[in-house]
């Protein structure tokens, strides 16, 4: 069985307890004072909570009808300047600008801007859901508002 996770989003534990996408985009608004997004800003990625991945984790272990592959999203949350709004919120920024490519390379990485927070990555757990798995969570905005630790 091969469980394919989304952008995994809460306050975890261990070596690396933050989502990928988001912290880098966090230390630049505070760094610069202004959030910025990669392009338009109109992409989005799957989501899913990190309580309910764990969730399905187990149900994908107990479950004898679980075998193949699964996507583990909990749905699309917002586009990435929804989530620039949340970190501008959350940090008392007045405003969202798009990035461009070449700069937002230059600072984060050229594969990291382009193929992460440039693009889309958007998969549906129809399979993990005819499990019987439900995910309801907060949104990652929410999160970001709320509970997201600050650098």
């Not at 952008?7 to 966090?26: E, M």
């Not at 008392?92 to 990485?109: F, I, M």
């Not at 798995?133 to 600050?150: A, K, V």
Request: charged fraction near 20%.
């Amino acid at each position: 069985m091969v469980l394919c996770n989304s952008l995994i989003y809460a306050n975890g534990k261990g070596s690396r307890p933050q989502p990928v996408l988001i912290p880098p985009l966090v230390r630049q608004a505070i760094d610069s004072g202004v959030v910025r997004v990669v392009g338009s800003g109109l992409n989005r990625w799957s989501t899913v909570h990190l309580d309910y991945m764990a969730d399905l984790y187990q149900l994908a272990l107990t479950e004898p009808a679980a075998a193949g592959f699964y996507f583990v999203e909990g749905g699309e949350d917002a586009s990435f300047t929804e989530i620039g709004a949340a970190i501008s919120r959350r940090l008392g920024l007045g405003r969202v600008e798009p990035w461009g490519l070449a700069s937002a390379g230059a600072a984060l990485g050229e594969g990291f801007a382009h193929y992460a927070l440039g693009c889309n990555s958007r998969v549906r757990a129809s399979r993990a859901r005819a499990l019987g798995w439900r995910p309801s969570r907060p949104s990652l905005t929410d999160w970001i508002e709320n509970d997201m630790p600050l650098p």
